[in-house]
Each structure stands twice: as C-alpha cells, then as structure tokens.
C-alpha cells in the first residue's frame, strides 16, 4: 500500500508529539498499513531497549567528575 507517513511522523504518533489532526491521520494510515504497523512496532521495541538500558555511570568517571569539581570550585 502506497503511504504518505514517514518514520519521523510515526515517531511523532508514538511519542504523542503532533497536533491532534496529524495524530489521527497517522493512526488511520497506521491501521490500513502493515508496513507501518511493523514500524510502530520496531519503534516500540527500540524504545523498550533504551528503557532497559539505563546503567549508572562507572566510578572512575564519579571520581574523574569530583576531583575536577575539587579542582576548579572557588575556595570558600
């Protein structure tokens, strides 16, 4: 099926960031498109993986970041 939603616009619907027309257009290009069902879900996945991939920074770099601040803050 031939479609004018790109992958920026199916981004916009996932993350709500559009007006509420362009919202609704996409939802109803999405529903008739699998091609764009697949994108959606492929975005879905990629964002679940961000989710999942939040990790604290490793101590050396804490330690880096407070032996500058040390360095570098005014003395009081």
Not at 21 to 35: G, K, P
Not at 51 to 72: F, G, N, Q
């Amino acid at each position: 099926m031939t479609t004018n939603v790109n992958v920026e616009e199916i981004i916009e619907f996932f993350y709500k960031d559009a007006t509420p027309a362009a919202l609704e257009s996409t939802a109803s290009q999405i529903e008739e498109d699998f091609e764009l069902q697949e994108e959606l879900e492929s975005i879905q996945n990629i964002a679940d993986q961000l989710d999942a991939e939040i990790v604290s920074p490793r101590p050396e770099l804490i330690s880096a970041i407070l032996d500058y601040a040390r360095k570098t803050a005014p003395s009081v």
